[in-house]
C-alpha cells in the first residue's frame, strides 16, 4: 500500500513548484502565453492584458494544489483497491 498522506504531500510540493516556475515564466517573458494555450490548453483567447496580481498568484497556487491533491489521491485510492 502506498502511503497516502506522504504521496499527497509530495504531489502539493510538486505542483506548488511547477506553478511558482510557470507564473514567474509569464510574468518575465508574456509572449510565451498565446503559445502555451493553443498548443497545451488546445484553445486560442484572445489575452489583451495581464492580471499578474499577488492576489491571482496566491488564488491560483491553491486552485491547482486543490486539483493535484484530489486527483493524486483517487490515483492512490484506485491503487489501493483495485486488485492484481
Known amino acids: 500500500m502506498i502511503d497516502t498522506k506522504n504521496i499527497l504531500k509530495v504531489a502539493a510540493a510538486w505542483i506548488s513548484i511547477v506553478y511558482v516556475v510557470c507564473y514567474i515564466g509569464v510574468a518575465l517573458f508574456p509572449g510565451i502565453r498565446p503559445g502555451f494555450m493553443r498548443y497545451a490548453l488546445h484553445t486560442d ?40
Open 45 to 84: 483567447i484572445d489575452m489583451s492584458r495581464d492580471v499578474l496580481t499577488l492576489g491571482t498568484f496566491l488564488s491560483g497556487l491553491v486552485i491547482w494544489n486543490v486539483i493535484a491533491v484530489l486527483a493524486v489521491w483517487l490515483f492512490v485510492a484506485l491503487l489501493n483497491n483495485i486488485k492484481k
